[in-house]
């Protein structure tokens, strides 16, 4: 086993900062060192003016996912190793179970997709797009497969769309094992009226997508999951929240002392409505729920609510389409030319997500270092039960870690980027702080701007219930 010893940094976790340096045997952290040691290793990480940070953990991404007649671009080999690029070590995708099919099936699908490609560790939460007795046996195989969280979807009618009904029916079971239900939050019913509104008007164009997905729906939805999980008893987490109106519900229900959480993703927190709008460039910014308008105050709310701890985690939501049609998955994006409701739902992010947060957040004043770590990768473990291998720099974690230098600045760009995507969201965007160098579990994969990993270094993470309470 090659011992590693990373010098001279200055260590952050989610509580603490100091200097020390970290020693690393077998994949693990061994010790913390003060300054005046004598221990020596067989590789050495100069970590001098730089941060010494947990890897990052993205608990929302969608690689190869099936999505309007085309398939998200990046594989489980080409964004794993875009996650590892960006400082993230640790991602939780999802798998899916289509109607008519068994969500064991589904899991072990995305098993197989995943399965010797990932360049980082990985866990799966399952989309349950089919609730119905033979469903709710098998969640719980899949709680004990560590598969302890289930997505479900109050958008997208027809596709992975549950009625209230179903919500109710999986929110027990959740709450009877102790799994935690993940919800996109938007009244979908009331939306598709919305579009189809627009659309005869002639609304064709991608801003129309972010008109007509109002935050108010998503406030309406966010409430309804909320009281069916206080009548049930189950924990729920909401994803992407995007809204003021949605993080009211949340707030409230926190106040309330119920299980309730909540997820928002950098686009929510430095893109806006306006990125929807230039013609049909702005499909690249088509996500759901929508961009929101900057001007209406949900940009300063979602800072606030991450420094109050209404919201816990900044995940990516990770799905990216391309603009142009030359991609192996076939047509995207092109795909809602002169109709904006068949543009695929999604923006490339797992990458930049680290650096956007510390570039735009800490740098610029929203969150603190030691937030910074917390919402980006110690509560994403405990909140999905992969706490404290994953989460933190300690005695016997998982040697999962980013020397981060601070000082170093970089542009955001498609040229030099490694998701496998032609376009990026934040193209030209001046990034404070670059991501130097990464270990997943002990091994040096990112370093000298070059990647030193293989696929399949990533291994499953069978997880463990939730660890976060109020
Ligand atoms: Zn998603």
Not at 80 to 97: E, K, L, M, N, S
Not at 379 to 393: E, R, S
Request: aromatic share 8%; net charge negative.
């Amino acid at each position: 086993m090659t011992k590693t010893l990373i010098k001279g940094g200055t260590v952050v976790t989610a509580i603490d900062q100091m200097e020390a340096d970290v020693l690393i045997d077998g994949g693990k952290v061994v010790a913390l060192l003060g300054r005046e040691h004598t221990v020596e290793a067989d590789e050495v990480v100069d970590a001098t003016g730089k941060l010494v940070i947990p890897g990052g953990i993205d608990v929302h991404t969608h690689m190869e996912l099936p999505f309007g007649g085309t398939f998200a671009a990046d594989t489980f080999e080409t964004g794993t190793r875009a996650a590892a690029w960006g400082g993230t070590t640790t991602i939780i995708d999802f798998a899916v179970q289509t109607v008519g099919q068994s969500a064991m099936d589904g899991w072990e699908a995305w098993m197989e997709k995943a399965r010797g490609n990932c360049a980082i560790d990985y866990g799966f939460h399952m989309i349950t797009g089919d609730i119905n007795d033979q469903t709710l046996k098998e969640m719980e195989l899949l709680v004990r497969e560590g598969v302890t969280s289930f997505k479900m979807f109050m958008a997208y009618p027809g596709v992975f769309y549950s009625d209230d009904g179903q919500i109710v029916r999986a929110m027990q079971k959740a709450a009877e094992d102790g799994a935690t239900i993940c919800m996109h939050a938007e009244n979908g019913i009331a939306i598709d009226v919305f579009v189809e509104q627009a659309l005869e008007r002639g609304e064709t164009d991608p801003m129309y997508h972010g008109i007509v997905r109002k935050s108010i729906l998503e406030g309406e939805a966010t409430h309804r999951a909320i009281k069916l999980a206080e009548l049930t008893g189950a924990q729920l987490y909401i994803v992407h929240l995007s809204a003021q109106e949605a993080l009211d519900e949340v707030i409230a229900a926190r106040d309330a002392g119920l299980q309730v959480f909540a997820e928002t993703c950098p686009q929510y927190l430095f893109l806006s409505l306006e990125n929807l709008g230039n013609g049909f460039d702005g499909a690249k910014y088509v996500c759901s729920p929508p961009l929101r308008d900057r001007a209406a105050g949900h940009q300063d709310r979602l800072w606030r609510g991450l420094r109050t701890n209404d919201l816990q985690v900044v995940s990516t939501d990770h799905c990216p389409f391309c603009m142009g049609d030359h991609h192996t998955f076939g047509t995207q994006k092109q795909l809602g030319r002169g109709d904006f409701s068949k543009i695929p739902n999604g923006m490339p992010g797992v990458e930049p997500r680290m650096e956007l947060l510390y570039s735009g957040g800490v740098e610029d004043g929203h969150i603190s270092l030691n937030r910074f770590v917390e919402i980006s990768s110690t509560t994403p473990a405990k909140m999905f039960g992969l706490y404290p291998k994953k989460g933190t720099i300690a005695v016997g974690s998982d040697a999962d870690i980013v020397v981060f230098d601070p000082a170093a600045t970089h542009v955001l760009s498609v040229d030099g980027h490694h998701m496998d995507v032609d376009y990026s969201a934040y193209e030209g965007w001046e990034m404070t702080g670059k991501v130097d160098t990464v270990l997943s579990k002990g091994k040096v994969i990112i370093s000298d701007n070059a990647y030193h990993g293989s696929p399949g270094d990533g291994e499953y993470l069978a997880r463990g219930l939730s660890q976060y309470t109020n």
